[in-house]
């Protein structure tokens, strides 16, 4: 379970990234938190585990208060915690299999990793991962040269062979065409629903977000204006949360 009572982050300029935001999500369900850029979507995942520093209030990851943490404790979270980014944060010069190894680094010695010496039973664990995600047969190609789709594929696979309890992912398929994101989202939807992983995913569009999400979350401002199931996701909440109507092309993610 993720709780979030009152947590408040004010960054050194002086911007509140999150407003006294109260939040639990149980373990399993799959969020997805939507708004406009600079609405606080990125600092509550990156606060969920300790990117970004709590400023004020409480934040729980399976009980542990993230916000108090020591750096050993934070570590022991972290690794429990896989985050999957926008621009994929994979080593491009290196192979799918050593990306997604690299997930597993909290188990492994940095001797080991640095000459890229893993055990049987490591290599096993990415194979597993990249199976999840469908993109077995490019194992040992060099990551620099697959697709952005793939790129993330791999960078969910790397999440994956942590085995996390949580599941972070900050603007997923921003970069990414929108049929790339209706396959990307639907790996995460389905790792969810196959292993249970708690997941959290930040997104522009409120389509993908009621498509994908069994709540959404709405944001505006580092406060949350709305929290509810997809269904309840109207024209109105729409305005709520971006603060115009809707138009054609915000529909444009879940049609194209």
Do not use: C
Not at 20 to 37: A, C, H, K, Q, R
Not at 136 to 151: D, F, H, I, N, P
Not at 171 to 195: F, G, H, W, Y
């Amino acid at each position: 379970m993720i709780e979030l009572k009152d947590v408040t982050v004010r960054y050194p300029n002086g911007v509140v990234g999150l407003d006294g935001v109260n939040l639990t999500i149980p373990d399993g369900e799959f969020v997805v938190v939507v708004g406009l850029s600079g609405a606080g979507k990125s600092t509550l995942i990156r606060t969920i585990n300790g990117l970004v520093p709590v400023t004020s209030g409480a934040l729980l990851v399976d009980g542990e208060d993230v916000a108090g943490a020591s750096k050993r404790e934070l570590r022991a979270i972290r690794s429990r915690v896989g985050m999957i980014f926008q621009s994929f944060n994979l080593v491009k010069r290196t192979s799918v299999m050593n990306n997604v190894i690299m997930g597993q680094l909290h188990d492994i010695p940095s001797w080991r990793a640095l000459v890229g010496l893993w055990s049987k039973a490591e290599k096993e664990k990415g194979y597993q991962a990249l199976e999840r995600v469908g993109i077995v047969e490019k194992t040992w190609t060099r990551a620099s040269e697959l697709s952005g789709g793939q790129q993330q594929r791999v960078a969910i696979a790397r999440a994956l062979a942590q085995d996390p309890s949580v599941m972070l992912a900050d603007e997923p398929v921003a970069s990414l065409d929108p049929p790339t994101a209706q396959m990307v989202m639907k790996d995460l939807q389905r790792i969810n629903r196959e292993l249970g992983i708690t997941t959290l995913v930040n997104l522009h569009f409120l389509d993908l977000a009621r498509q994908y999400g069994d709540r959404v979350i709405g944001m505006r401002g580092g406060k949350v204006v709305f929290d509810g199931t997809g269904a309840e996701a109207d024209d109105a909440v729409f305005e709520r949360i971006y603060g115009r109507s809707l138009t054609a092309d915000d529909t444009l993610a879940e049609t194209a």
